[in-house]
Every structure is written in structure tokens, then in C-alpha cells.
RNA sequence: GCGCCCAUAGCUCAACAGGAUAGAGCAACACCCUUCUAAGGUGAAGGUUGGGGGUUCGAGUCCCUCUGGGCGCACCA
């Protein structure tokens, strides 16, 4: 719609009553067609121009005779322009960015770099699927750096020198063998036994202890556990095609003496003091941290580290890549946390990563917990999906399709946690995630095959197509939903919400379903109409490929 | 108790730097397949945007307050 914003500042500056940024930053798109395509309000130059909003209006519009506009309705102060369609359609239709390169040229990133840290999950149990929305966030707003042209290098920060991992090491280290899904149970049963057994815990400091230490076999424990877990966990993930390209171990830390250097750094900041138990610990009073006793405990007693001391050693090492941007994706439960480890780094003279938080996904009856073994598995729930969507292709086809079905079983999956906006809690409801109906990914991948399969009934050549002859309501209302790609892509990137993608794509797909049922495309006597519709539903296709596939989820050409 | 986030139709979510009559889907009701894929479309129904104040020409959106939910509150990670 810029295009048609400049359209219209450009006409009104002409009568000198208003400058042109003045006039194109107050246009809107009305939202309902009945008001026009743009409106300009004039309630703000009420004061600037000693005028009543409606005068104001009148005489912007006066005298304004455009070949291009259909109407100029002064409603109430609101200054409503109606384009001619054929003017609307082709104008929209030939500017309209939707591929990769222009876009990202168009906005200037190219080249640029950005440091994505996401999901880091202890590694201890088969992922949950509120850990997943992590990922999720996270890989969709990779998917959209990388389309405007960043590099982007995503890294995944593997826990695996905490107490979690001793317990699973205590619990494990008499064990022949054991699997990935073992984990959670050994997990959970280990947690259990030592509320009750208080020795277990001096023994699960004693093996962390010979672990930091680098004792050989104690290491060894540990790497089965750990490397069990990413496998696992990553396997997962990988299956639905999310990817990390490193994985970097907190132990490294301790074992390459990085926590000592950096301890020593932090001992000439004003704010380090040694406590009564002898621990290392950085006061944080006055710098805003939502706490009221901010304290940043960072070594034992015996000035080993804590995970506080090993996450700064690992910040400052991705603040040292110096990309141009730097961004973790983080649960609200550490937000705090983050406020005090982003103030250690400054302490230092870094500049800590930006931040996106999300909230949790809570379920019908009550919040998930690992520990307590309330949880829905990310894989169980992937499982349930195309389980469902194959059995749907088997009533349909009467065969079954597992390719298919990963396709949109797992659209499904990320499109139900995607389409909620980040800040907010999500409510997982399996029944709700598990319908194909009305807004779901589904509803979009139906229609882009329903639109190749046109495509492929035809051999006609639509790449010169007349845009103008596209008049009706609804392909006008289409066409404004394809020219709004490449600025919702922009929305995304700049709020680094996913949701607004979620959104888009709904309804784009519904502008071209109310399209494709109320007009023929192959079936009319004009081939040069069927030429223009040929090449609306091809931009519309690649429009609502591109969305989905920002979102991580594929398409099918037929369904 | 203190801090941050959230509250929109029965349920799950929208509403683009405050803009016009607050929109969808699910569920329930009534229609539409001799026509390019009915996992679709149409219609009707569903709301004091949690309550109360305030700012503004205009508030779901901004401010205050209350209520309810989520998260957190040094020696876990």
C-alpha cells in the first residue's frame, strides 16, 4: 500500500495547504472497504490550521480531479479515496515484492550478521511442548533474517555441567546401557528418591565435583548422559527441520579456566564483594533489576563456578563474534535472570544480546514441569498429528501418505503455537490443536494446492498478463493482501513476532478462498481474463509459499 | 508483600506508531457440490473489550486504581 500512500500524498501537497510528509504519515487503509482504499484523517491539523477537521478536508479535496481515483468522500473528517480497480490492480500487482532478493535489496541488510542463541535445554528428558515454542520463535525468526538477507549463526548452549546432569549421572552410573527415552523417567524417579534419601545429594556434589575437576571417568558419565540427550533432542527438532548451527558446551569453561579469567576481571568491578560464606558475589543495587535484593552469586565457597559465572564467560564469547546483531530467544521465567547477567556484562564493557521473551504454554489442567512428569512431549504431540492428518488422507484417498501427513501434521503443530503472540500464554487444548479446520496451517496449504492444481490444467502463457482486466471485490481485495507481503515480512523482523505472519497468511488464503468461489479462473470465453486470474493465483501461490515456509512449515502441490 | 507480562464472543485468538459499525476460527443453528479440490463457501446468532476513574476531537490500544491469571524475587540452572 506505500505505493498508493505516495500516490496520494504526492496529489494532496499540490495545494499547498499541507506538506507531503505530513499528509502520507497520517494515511491509513480504512478498515472496511466501504470507507475506500486510503483515508486520510484531518483531526490532527485541526490546531495547525485554526480549522475545523471536515474544512480541512474539503478543501484538500477540492479541485483535485485524478484520472486514476474513482471518488473522494469527505466522511466526517475522514478524507476517503476510492482508486479504480483497473488502476488498484495493476499498480499493486506489478510492484508488489514477493521474492527473496528484491526484498532484501530493497531494504539494505544484505551482508549483515546476526547471533541467534535459542532453545538450550537441559539436557536431561525429551523435550516439552513449551520448550519447543522456544525453538519455534526462534527458527521462524531465523527463517525471516535469513530472507532479508542476513547471515545468520545459530547456536545452541548445551547445560551439561549442572546439578540436573549429576543427578542423571548418579542415576546412570552403574547402568549398562539406557536410551533417550529413558531419560525422563530416570528423571523424574531420581528426584523423587532423593526428596526423601539426603545422602544422595552429597553424592551428586561429590561426582559434579569430580566432573569440573576433569576426572576421566566422571567425564565420561557425564558425556553419555549429555550426548544422549542432544542427539536425541536434536533429532527431534530436526524432524521438524529446525537446526543449530553450534552447539557449545558450558563445561568448556570450567575445564579451559575461561571462569577463572573471567572471575578475576569481575574482582575489579566496585560492585564484586566477597560474602560471609566466602562466595564471589556482584551487588546490583540501583540498576533497575526487579528484585529487591539484586545479588549476583557467581562462585561456591571454594570459588568454583556457579552457571552465572559460566553464562557470562559464554556471552562475552558470542558478544566477541561482533556480529552486527545479537539475540537470545528466552523463557519469561528468566527474565530477571537475564537483567543480571546483561548487568555483569556491562560491568565489563560488553553489550549484552538483545532479548525476546515468551510466556508459557500452560495446559487444561495446570503448568508443565519436567521434574513432576506433567508435561505433553513435544514428540508425543508430533506423533498425535500426523497420526491424525494421515488418517484424514486415508479417508479421503485410501491410502496412507506419511510424507504427506509430516507435512501437515507438523504445519499444524507449529502453526497452533505460532499464531499466538509471544508475550502471551498459550492454552494447549490437543483437541484444538488436533482440528484441520477454519484457521489452521491446513487452510492454507489446501488452497495453495488447490491453486497448482489449476495451474497444472493449463499451458497458457500469463506472463504478460493485463492486471487491469482484475476489477471484481475479490480480486481486488486478494491483490491487496499479496502487495501487503513484503511489509508484514518487515513487521515480523522488526516486532520479532511470528504471530503477525500467522495472521497474514489466514488471511490471504481467505481473500483467495471467497476468490476462487465466487469466480471461474480456466472455465470463461475470456482467455485474456483467464490470463490475468492465472497470474493472480500464481502470485498468490508463491505469496502463501513464502509465508509458510518463513514459519517453517512446507507446502504440498496437491492435497 | 514487591517487580515484570497478560485479561477482547461459551472456547482459542486478531485488531497495522490511539481512528470510523471491535474481526476470525472452533462449538451450536440454517443453507450451498451436473461448475477449476466441500479439509471449502454463504447467512443468522454470539461483545458494556475483567470493574472503576482519567487524558483525548476520538481509547481494546495511553495513564491511575482494583480484581483475576502467568512469571520471578541471591548461594538452582
Known amino acids: 500500500m506505500e505505493i498508493l500512500f505516495d500516490y496520494i500524498s504526492e496529489l494532496l501537497s499540490k495545494s499547498g495547504i499541507l506538506p507531503k510528509d505530513e499528509i502520507r504519515s497520517n494515511l491509513e487503509v480504512p478498515n472496511d472497504v466501504s470507507n475506500g482504499d486510503v483515508a486520510l484523517p484531518c483531526f490532527k491539523f485541526a490546531k495547525i490550521l485554526k480549522n475545523s477537521p471536515v474544512n480541512i478536508a474539503d478543501s484538500l479535496a477540492s479541485g483535485i480531479a485524478d484520472e486514476n481515483i474513482l471518488s473522494i468522500k469527505n466522511v466526517n473528517g475522514f478524507l476517503n479515496f476510492t482508486f479504480k480497480p483497473e488502476f488498484l490492480a495493476r499498480t499493486l500487482l506489478s510492484n508488489a515484492r514477493l521474492n527473496q532478493d528484491e526484498i532484501a535489496k530493497n531494504n539494505g541488510m544484505?551482508?549483515?550478521?546476526?547471533?541467534?542463541?535459542?532453545?538450550?535445554?537441559?539436557p536431561n528428558a525429551s523435550p516439552h511442548i513449551g520448550r519447543a515454542r522456544n525453538a519455534l520463535i526462534a527458527d521462524c525468526i531465523v527463517r525471516v533474517f535469513r530472507f532479508l538477507g542476513w547471515k545468520t549463526d545459530v547456536h545452541y548452549y548445551v547445560n551439561d555441567a549442572g546439578k540436573q546432569i549429576a543427578m542423571l549421572a548418579y542415576a546412570t552410573k552403574d547402568m549398562e546401557s539406557f536410551t533417550f527415552d529413558d531419560l525422563l523417567q530416570i528423571y523424574i524417579d531420581i528426584n523423587a528418591k532423593a526428596k526423601d534419601n539426603p545422602e544422595i545429594e552429597a553424592e551428586v556434589f561429590?561426582?559434579?565435583?569430580?566432573f569440573e575437576k576433569n576426572e576421566p571417568s566422571t567425564v565420561a558419565i557425564f558425556e553419555r548422559i549429555v550426548s544422549t540427550c542432544i542427539k536425541g533432542q536434536t533429532a527431534i527438532f530436526a524432524e521438524l527441520n529446525i537446526k543449530w548451527d553450534h552447539f557449545d558446551y558450558e563445561s568448556q569453561y570450567i575445564h579451559n579456566h575461561t571462569t577463572e579469567?573471567?572471575?578475576?576481571?569481575?574482582?575489579?568491578?566496585?560492585?564484586?564483594?566477597?560474602?560471609?560464606d566466602n562466595r564471589c558475589v556482584l551487588d546490583q543495587h540501583g540498576e533497575n533489576i526487579g528484585i529487591e535484593n539484586p545479588m549476583l552469586v557467581l562462585t561456591r565457597n571454594n570459588e568454583t563456578s556457579l552457571y552465572t559465572l559460566r553464562d557470562i564467560c559464554y556471552s562475552i564469547d558470542k558478544a566477541n563474534a561482533h556480529t552486527d546483531r545479537n539475540l537470545l530467544v528466552l523463557g519469561e521465567d528468566q527474565k530477571v535472570y537475564f537483567q543480571q547477567i546483561a548487568c555483569a556484562l556491562r560491568t565489563l564493557g560488553y553489550t549484552p544480546p538483545e532479548v525476546v521473551h515468551y510466556s508459557f504454554v500452560l495446559l487444561p489442567d495446570g503448568k508443565m514441569s519436567t521434574r513432576s512428569g506433567n508435561v505433553v512431549l513435544l514428540a508425543d504431540f508430533m506423533k498425535e498429528m500426523v497420526e491424525k492428518a494421515d488418517k484424514a488422507i486415508i479417508e479421503r484417498t485410501g491410502n496412507s501418505d506419511t510424507e504427506k501427513a509430516k507435512i501437515i501434521g507438523y504445519g499444524a503443530l507449529k502453526y497452533s503455537i505460532l499464531k499466538c503472540s509471544p508475550e502471551k500464554n498459550v492454552l494447549f487444548d490437543m483437541q484444538n490443536a488436533l482440528n484441520f479446520n477454519g484457521d489452521s496451517s491446513l487452510y492454507a496449504q489446501y488452497n495453495f494446492a488447490r491453486i497448482k492444481s489449476i495451474l497444472s490444467k493449463t499451458n497458457l502463457d500469463y506472463q504478460n498478463a493485463d492486471y487491469s482486466l482484475l476489477t471484481t471485490p475479490e480480486e481486488c481485495a486478494l491483490i491487496k493482501e499479496i502487495a501487503r507481503f513484503e511489509s508484514v515480512v518487515i513487521a515480523t523482523y522488526n516486532a520479532l513476532n511470528p504471530s503477525i505472519l500467522a495472521n497474514y497468511v489466514y488471511t490471504l488464503t481467505t481473500k483467495f478462498s471467497q476468490f476462487y468461489t465466487n469466480h471461474s479462473i480456466l472455465n470463461i470465453d475470456d482467455k485474456n481474463l483467464t490470463k490475468a486470474r492465472l497470474a493472480l493465483i500464481d502470485k498468490t501461490a508463491k505469496a502463501i509459499k513464502q509465508t509458510l515456509y518463513l514459519l517453517g512449515i512446507d507446502t504440498v502441490e496437491s492435497i
Open 110 to 122: 544484505q551482508d549483515k550478521t546476526i547471533l541467534i542463541e535459542h532453545t538450550s535445554i537441559n
Open 206 to 210: 561429590d561426582l559434579l565435583e569430580k
Open 261 to 276: 579469567k573471567v572471575l578475576s576481571l569481575l574482582k575489579k568491578s566496585p560492585r564484586f564483594f566477597v560474602d560471609k
